[in-house]
């Protein structure tokens, strides 16, 4: 294996210490490759297995349905998420109007809002009995009879809500990609007579099309993980039918075969995309010399954008938190409980150091696939991603069995040795969540340092290299600044998921330990709404933390024009 | 390289130094508790029950199918002493897949019901809900709809509202019914009961109670412990719930309206086994069962001990006396029932 990923001649440098640094990295990322690869061969594993006959009941009952809606809901969700992300991030990064700078951070907002946050929000909202309709009846004088409202549980309704906290994703990554795109490229297409219209659809666009496509795919499969929104929305997928055929049927072996489905589905959507994009580069045109000169709107276009992109932030967040809020004035948790602050401590710091690690990660391996590109590379990199597309539960007791097998492991080994077992080391450990998380979310940080290292043309490597400068010199001075961004951005992102994050966390953490995400959980899977919406706008409030920090951030970069080094 | 005796000394040292959180573990006076309980009232149990006996209480909460996946991979490992479900399928699951050990506790025995514990002594019930109906007082008369049997009955095209088939305790409903029915009648009851449907099943029980409530349905089904909730809300929304609801006991006239419980059992390879039986058997005091049930609404499962005033209020009904154990054996059958009804 190791031949292979070394007989790639890319970058080839004949010096032993380069070569030997080289193959560390190539073993480092493989390891970690392993490590996540683990959990989901332990749910894959259930292909070979016999199961109870559950798959043959539900291709008789319910299949037809479950594969409909999966593919509507993704569909959906992949057509509202693409549109709005790319729509907004073109008209803030390269259009003026009023609001537009204060809409470049708000865009983001939604990311903090978990998806069954927003869906029970908008129930209670919207329900006969809630305020919306409510005040229509006493507006208007109707009785519950005189009128239409629309019912939002059903498909249409449940892929509007995770297209409303999924949109950030493409936002964030097109927004990136738009910032970092050459002005000579587009003054160029400018210059050939396009209108910045056909500028942005002919040439910012295309070259915009990895960044876009790592949005849309972690849309994609966050919504195709999603359990608690769609169920409480009464809408069937692949994932509620899982979740059905383990703990319904205890059919664990057929769960898993339908997981291991799933996956499949999703590695050949990757693969797909992958191998349309093959052959093209990306990188290509050089820097970008100076901010781009943003395109002021006239009056009518001004008007028209700052609606555009007012609506997914007014819909994703503000409604959404103002319904949280008339919950938590009537019946909240107490917010002085010193409970909450260690709910909030704990949060926060497993947020953090998740970051760390799992940003870290990333960047070890979308490096190798950098100095080492090539189909084998490539493919143990997707498939290492593949983790955040399998449900939250399923991929948590596969990371369960990988823990217990490696803990059961240890101890026989020690038993033999020493006479004495090491009982459970990992399971049930801080290093367990931190584990969790990076088999979770390795995919999150990976789109954005991969389409970020995407946009730095090897030809600025050669240069470098030709200039004397070491790998390790280049990746220090020339990648590191020019990364900084993308990994700030999967920083970022792993931190808000890691923040929301539910199914693995309840199942593998330590004794006596809860965060917000829990507390929310539970009292919302008690049907106690009003007591969850405190904890739930303290992880929106706790979320917007990192977000304004992205935001200063790229503002001060925008400001700077030019990037350190450039 | 080291020679072999130091080498091997260091490991253990190493070996010792990690493990040593283990060991201290063991060697406390503490009582490893996995819950899929969580309410905030429980923890006056909990901290009663140390005051009580001495032993600390280390606790995770999860959903019970968590639960039971966790205790598997830990296996022989396992720092569980106690699991505690909300439902009777569950702790049978954690029964079947071997995750408990048989208690034969006189204590237990005399205090909860036979149907109430399983026969081989692997859990026992320490509170229960009933599933019943909330009806709409300004639409259905007295009487109307009296038995699970009437849900199928055409006239209530249009009015049935219930929680998916996916929740357990439609499952267990299920389940019960088809101890009494047998297959065949339980799925065209399932059928009827599908055609009746006000709408598709969503959310969860108090979402049916609110839909009655404004009127979707007629007929709405719900564990009591939901409305217990409403009942004590002071929202104003709440109130008026509960002000246009009726309660209905379904089957009084026959088997009597179906239980669900929330039970607890020794885990396989408990450490604490002392501490484990003993707090076992604390939960069938009449202090821990009034803390149990009076925190949720329920009704407790120890002859003598008053339900809570909101609970009492709903007044004596007929339980159903089948076994816990039947019902949750019973549930995949049961889901697959409901899958060809096309109960979603």
């Given amino acids: 294996m190791t031949d292979a990923l070394l007989g790639q001649p890319s970058l080839t440098d004949p010096r032993p210490a380069f070569m030997a640094g080289r193959r560390a990295l190539l073993a480092v990322a493989l390891v970690l490759a392993t490590v996540v690869i683990t959990p989901i061969l332990a749910v894959a594993i259930s292909v070979v297995q016999q199961s109870g006959g559950a798959i043959a009941h539900l291709a008789e009952t319910v299949l037809t349905e479950i594969v409909l809606n999966t593919l509507g809901l993704m569909l959906m969700v992949g057509a509202g998420t693409a549109v709005i992300g790319v729509g907004t991030a073109w008209l803030v990064t390269l259009c003026r109007f009023p609001g537009s700078r204060a809409l470049e951070w708000m865009l983001l907002l939604p990311l903090a809002v978990p998806a069954y946050i927003i869906g029970y929000a908008y129930t209670d909202a919207m329900a006969v009995a809630g305020p919306v309709q409510s005040s229509l009846r006493a507006f208007f004088g109707w009785s519950r009879s005189d009128y239409w409202f629309p019912d939002i549980h059903n498909l249409p309704g449940v892929s509007l809500m995770l297209t409303l906290v999924l949109y950030p994703y493409v936002y964030l990554l097109a927004r990136s990609a738009f910032l970092d795109q050459s002005t000579c490229v587009l003054e160029a297409a400018r210059t050939l007579g396009a209108s910045p219209l056909s500028a942005f659809l002919r040439v910012g666009l295309p070259m915009a099309r990895p960044a876009i496509a790592a949005g849309v795919a972690l849309a994609l499969m966050e919504a195709l993980a999603d359990f608690g929104t769609v169920q409480y929305f009464g809408v069937t997928t692949f994932t509620t039918t899982i979740y059905r055929t383990w703990f319904g049927l205890g059919d664990r072996v057929a769960a898993g075969q339908l997981a291991t489905g799933l996956l499949g589905f999703v590695l050949l959507l990757v693969a797909v995309e992958f191998l349309a994009r093959r052959g093209r580069r990306f990188g290509a045109g050089g820097r970008r010399h100076r901010t781009i000169a943003p395109l002021q709107l006239r009056p009518r276009a001004a008007a028209a954008a700052l609606a555009a992109c007012a609506l997914p932030v007014l819909l994703g967040f503000i409604l959404p938190i103002a319904a949280l809020l008339r919950l938590h004035a009537m019946d909240g948790d107490s917010l002085v409980n010193p409970r909450f602050l260690a709910y909030a401590q704990n949060s926060f710091v497993l947020a953090g150091a998740a970051a760390l690690v799992v940003v870290t990660a990333a960047t070890m391996v979308a490096y190798a696939g950098r100095i080492a590109p090539g189909l084998f590379t490539s493919a143990v990199i997707r498939v290492a991603s593949i983790g955040y597309a399998v449900p939250g539960t399923v991929i948590a007791v596969g990371i369960l069995t990988a823990l217990g097998g490696l803990d059961g492991a240890l101890d026989g080994w020690s038993q033999a040795t020493f006479g004495a077992g090491t009982g459970l080391l990992f399971s049930g450990s801080a290093v367990a969540l931190l584990y969790a998380y990076l088999v979770r979310f390795l995919a999150v940080a990976a789109g954005p340092v991969e389409s970020g290292l995407h946009q730095i043309p090897a030809s600025l490597d050669a240069a470098a290299r030709t200039l004397g400068a070491s790998a390790t010199k280049v990746a220090a001075a020339i990648h590191a600044p020019m990364l900084r961004r993308s990994l700030l951005t999967a920083a970022l992102l792993v931190f808000v998921d890691v923040l929301k994050e539910l199914p693995a966390t309840i199942i593998v953490r330590p004794f006596n330990f809860d965060t917000l995400a829990i507390r929310v959980y539970n009292l919302a899977s008690d049907e106690r709404l009003a007591q969850a919406s405190t904890g739930a706008l303290v992880i929106v409030a706790i979320g917007i933390v990192p977000v304004i920090i992205l935001t200063r951030m790229i503002a001060r970069d925008t400001r700077l024009g030019s990037r350190p080094g450039a | ?344």
């Fill in chain 2, 1 to 344: 390289m080291l020679s072999s005796p130091t080498r091997r000394a260091l490991l253990g040292g190493a070996a010792l130094l990690v493990a040593s959180p283990a060991l201290l573990r063991a060697q406390t006076r503490t009582l490893n508790l996995y819950s899929s309980r969580h309410y905030d009232t429980d923890e006056a149990l909990y901290n009663d029950f140390t005051r009580q006996s001495g032993f600390a209480i280390n606790r995770v909460e999860a959903g019970p199918d968590q639960l039971l996946a966790r205790m598997q991979s830990e296996g022989t490992n396992s720092p569980a002493d106690v699991l505690i479900t909300v439902d009777a399928g569950r702790i049978e699951r954690a029964s079947s897949l071997g995750l408990l050990q048989p208690f034969a506790s006189q204590t237990l025995a005399s205090r909860i019901p036979a149907n109430l514990r399983d026969p081989d002594g692997n859990w026992y019930s320490f509170s229960t809900r009933a599933r019943v109906f909330f009806v709409a007082k300004d639409k259905v008369a007295e009487g109307a709809i009296r038995t699970y049997e009437d849900l199928a009955d055409p006239k209530w095209k249009g009015k049935v509202l219930t929680r998916s088939s996916t929740n357990i305790y439609s499952q267990s409903m299920t389940g019960a019914m088809l101890a009494a029915h047998g297959p065949e009648k339980t799925e065209t009851w399932a059928r009827g009961l599908v055609a009746n449907l006000a709408r598709q099943p969503r959310g969860g029980d108090t979402d049916q109670i609110r839909a009655a409530a404004a009127g979707e349905g007629d007929v709405a089904i719900s564990n009591t412990y939901y409305f217990g909730r409403l009942a004590l809300s002071q929202k104003p929304e709440d109130k008026a719930v509960v002000e246009k609801l009726r309660l209905v006991f379904p089957n009084q006239a026959d088997r009597g309206t179906h239980l669900n419980v929330s039970a607890a059992g020794i885990a396989r390879h408990a450490k604490n086994l002392d501490a484990a039986k003993a707090f076992l058997e604390y939960l069938s005091t009449p202090a821990a069962q009034r803390y149990f049930a009076w925190g949720n609404s329920e009704y407790p499962v120890v002859a003598g001990v008053e339900p809570p005033p909101q609970v009492a209020a709903w007044g004596t009904f007929k339980a159903d006396p089948l076994n816990a154990r039947v019902f949750a054996r019973n549930n995949a059958e049961a889901l697959k029932i409901m899958d060809r009804a096309g109960w979603k």
